[in-house]
Each structure stands twice: as C-alpha cells, then as structure tokens.
C-alpha cells in the first residue's frame, strides 16, 4: 500500500467482508492497520467515512479496469456508437474480462462480499449494492439494448427484460463460483454459451 490511508481503506474492507461492517469496530480496524484507534481519526471522521471512502475508491478502480480491458463505456450515444462495431466474440471476451474482474480481483470480490453481506442490515450498504450489482447494470443495458434496437440490431421487445435476460444469468454465475475458482473454466465456457444464445434470441 502506498500511504496509510490507503491501508486503513484495504484493511477496512477486508474487516467488512468477512464479518459485516456492523461487526467491525474501529479499534479493529486499528489493530488491523498496526496503528492506535486514535490514530484513525488522523485519516477519517467515522467509520462510515471509511466505509465512504471504500466506495469511492472502487468507483475509481472499476473506471481503471473498464478502460484497461477497452469496455466501452461514456455518454450512451458514443457507447452504442461502439457496441454496433464489436463481434460476438469480442462481446464474449469482454464479458469474460469483466466476469473475472468481480470474481478475482482482491479489491472488486471483498467489495462485492461486503455489500452481500450488509445489504439487509444498512440501508446505505444496500443501496449501493443495488446501484453496483442490480439497477445500475440492468438499467445502463436496457438503454444500451433500447438505443440498438432502434438501429435495428435488435428484434423489437421489451429492453428491459432483455436486459434481465442477460445480466440476470451472469450475475448468477458470479454468485455461484464465487470462492470456486478451480471451476473457472466450466463457468467461462457457461458464460461464452449464455451469450451465443442470448445473441441468436435477440439478435
């Protein structure tokens, strides 16, 4: 870690992700860290400040590897702009970089098992967890698939439940094998056929 607040940050997570963010003090995350709970308030106000903190930094983290892997991503019109180029096999293999970033990325995979964990306990966690995992995704493919149905790469239907038919798998799998990373090549290959058929439906 580059400096001690980064390292709070990561320890934090790690806290929360195994014992729910009500089940870690910051006495913990002090102790965790190697420094005096006193010391924390050097970094951050609160606990929730540091919870604050995680999220934005995975905001930060998802933009970085989005643009790294070459997700297109950006206002919906350049985005839609791009999706009409890509084959079904670059769709594959994007959603296959993005499919092990949430399973296997340190940061991405705790940040997820947090947010499942505490979704029902905190009303601030569950939010962000169905902004993260649930309506931000469902919602951003239903404009995407709407916007290409209109070009006519799509049948006509609902996007909305187009867009359920898609992540809704994916997000299963995600779940699924979690923590079952001997079995990443049976979930890829599932993933890839998800998307081959998803593409003869709608296609």
């Known amino acids: 870690m580059e400096n001690t607040k980064e390292t709070i940050i990561y320890q934090a997570l790690t806290l929360f992700s195994k014992k729910g963010y009500e089940g ?3 006495r913990d ?13 050097n970094h951050f106000k609160s606990k929730q400040d540091i919870f604050e903190s995680i999220i934005n930094e995975m905001s930060i983290r998802y933009e970085e590897a989005i643009s790294s892997m070459e997700v297109p991503h950006g206002e919906i019109s350049e ?15 994007l959603a296959k970089k993005m499919f092990l970033y949430f399973l296997k990325d340190d940061f991405a995979s705790k940040f997820r098992k947090m947010l499942i964990m505490e979704q029902f306990k905190n009303n601030l966690v569950g939010e962000v ?7 931000g995704p469902i919602n951003f ?41 001997e079995e990443e090549k049976e979930v890829l290959d599932i993933l890839e056929d ?3 058929q998803f593409s003869k439906l709608y296609h």
């Open 24 to 26: 870690v003090s910051m």
């Open 29 to 41: 995350i002090a102790n965790a860290v190697g420094i005096k709970a006193s010391s924390l308030y």
């Open 79 to 93: 985005v839609v702009s791009k999706y009409l180029d890509v084959s079904e096999q670059m769709l594959i293999n």
């Open 129 to 135: 967890f169905r902004n993260f995992f649930m309506d």
């Open 141 to 181: 493919e239903k404009t995407l698939f709407g916007r290409m149905i209109e070009q006519g790469v799509f049948i006509q239907c609902d996007p909305y439940i187009m867009a359920l038919h898609f992540y809704s798998p994916i997000f299963l799998l995600l779940n699924k094998y979690d923590g079952a990373l």
């Open 194 to 196: 998800h998307i081959i």
